[in-house]
Antibody, heavy 116, light 112 residues
Framework: EVQLVESGGGVARPGGSLRLSCAAP????????MSWVRQAPGKGLEWVSS????????VYADAVKGRFTISRDNAKKLLYLQMNSLRAEDTAFYYC?????????WGQGTLVTVSS | DIVLTQTPLSLSVTPGQPASISCKSS???????????LYWYLQKTGQSPQLLIH???NRFSGVPDRFTGSGSGTQFTLKISRVEAEDVGVYYC?????????FGQGTKLEIK
């Protein structure tokens, strides 16, 4: 069964940084683009960023462009999201998902809380 | 940016009855490669979203055939022919034709 497991969430201060990781042990990660989607508590889904299979192409939502960086290490089967200059509005569950244009499967999510 | 508008935002359905959700896009989702980049996801309570329908009308692996996606251009519909208790959750449409992907607001399906 294909599984994705996020980690790295927690509490950060406004202006602080966090790095999320997503482990993909169950499939050949370098065959797929990968993405991050977030969901503020009680709210809808918001796409954050996607990366092509080899990292050659990355795209970002306007809300995070210039502050977040998506990257990957195919050898380690890991996807990352480096989040800098965090704001209160970045508080959300962050899901990693397999795919660049469509997302399946999704991980269980990791909660990021930005608060002073 | 492309805005997806779902209606209704909530619906309550008797088991065995049909349900329909509309998703309207502010721009055509038909790309020059002939594909229409419109997807449907279901998020059950306390779970991660799961892919139901890809490219408008293709049921994803394991999705029951009571789920049907249709539409073209800017107007799309997800229909459930006979709602079951396990269909409860929030349904989202999503577009990925434009490299600022967007989701609809979500439609909450409840059982009467």
């Amino acid at each position: 069964e294909v599984q994705l497991v996020e980690s790295g969430g927690g509490v950060a201060r406004p202006g602080g940084s966090l790095r999320l990781s997503c482990a993909a042990p169950g499939f050949s990660m370098d065959d797929y683009g990968m993405s991050w989607v977030r969901q503020a508590p009680g709210k809808g889904l918001e796409w954050v960023s996607s990366i092509s299979w080899n990292g050659g192409s990355t795209v970002y939502a306007d809300a995070v462009k210039g502050r977040f960086t998506i990257s990957r290490d195919n050898a380690k089967k890991l996807l990352y999201l480096q989040m800098n200059s965090l704001r209160a509005e970045d508080t959300a569950f962050y899901y990693c998902a397999r795919g660049f244009y469509r997302f399946d499967p999704w991980g269980q999510g990791t909660l990021v809380t930005v608060s002073s | 940016d492309i805005v997806l508008t779902q209606t209704p935002l909530s619906l309550s359905v008797t088991p065995g009855q049909p349900a329909s959700i509309s998703c309207k896009s502010s721009q055509s989702l038909l790309y020059s490669d002939g594909k229409t980049y419109l997807y449907w996801y279901l998020q059950k309570t306390g779970q991660s979203p799961q892919l139901l329908i890809h490219e408008v009308s293709n049921r994803f692996s394991g999705v029951p055939d009571r789920f049907t996606g249709s539409g073209s251009g800017t107007q799309f519909t997800l229909k459930i022919s006979r709602v079951e208790a396990e269909d409860v959750g929030v349904y989202y449409c999503m577009q990925s034709i434009q490299l600022r992907y967007s989701f609809g607001q979500g439609t909450k399906l409840e059982i009467k």
